[in-house]
C-alpha cells in the first residue's frame, strides 16, 4: 500500500526558508515520478513542482521556480521540498502524491 507522510511545515516570515519533507511507504519512491501540490484556502490545488523516476529531472511551476528546489533521496526513501525566499502567497496545504496517492498534507504559511 503506497503512503506518504508530509513534514516540515510551519509559520515563517516572507522571506524565510522551510524544508518539507515526504517520507514514502509501501513503495520504492524512485520508481516514480512524484509531485508536489499545494492548495491554498477556497482555491484548487496547483502543481508547484515534480521529479521524476527516469532520470531525476524536476519541472518547477512559473510561481515557484528559482525559489523552490525538490529533491529525492533514495536511501531515505524521501522527497523535499526545499523553499527559500517565501512570499504570502505560497500559504498554504503541501502535499505529495503519485499514482492517485496523496498524504496527509502540511501547513506553511507565510505571514509577518
Known amino acids: 500500500q503506497l503512503q506518504f507522510v508530509e513534514s516540515g511545515g510551519g509559520l515563517v516570515q516572507p522571506g524565510g526558508s522551510l524544508r518539507l519533507s515526504c517520507a514514502a511507504s509501501?513503495?520504492?519512491?524512485?520508481?516514480?515520478?512524484i509531485g508536489w501540490f499545494r492548495q491554498a484556502p477556497g482555491k484548487e490545488h496547483e502543481a508547484v513542482s515534480c521529479?521524476?523516476?527516469?532520470?531525476?529531472?524536476?519541472y518547477y511551476s512559473d510561481a515557484v521556480k528559482g525559489r523552490f528546489t525538490i529533491s529525492r533521496s533514495n536511501a531515505k526513501n524521501t522527497v523535499y521540498l526545499q523553499m527559500t525566499s517565501l512570499k504570502p502567497e505560497d500559504t498554504g496545504v503541501y502535499y505529495c502524491?503519485?499514482?492517485?496517492?496523496w498524504g496527509q498534507g502540511t501547513q506553511v504559511t507565510v505571514s509577518s
Open positions: 509501501g513503495f520504492t519512491l524512485n520508481s516514480y515520478r
Open positions: 502524491s503519485t499514482q492517485g496517492t
Open positions: 521529479i521524476s523516476d527516469s532520470d531525476g529531472s524536476t
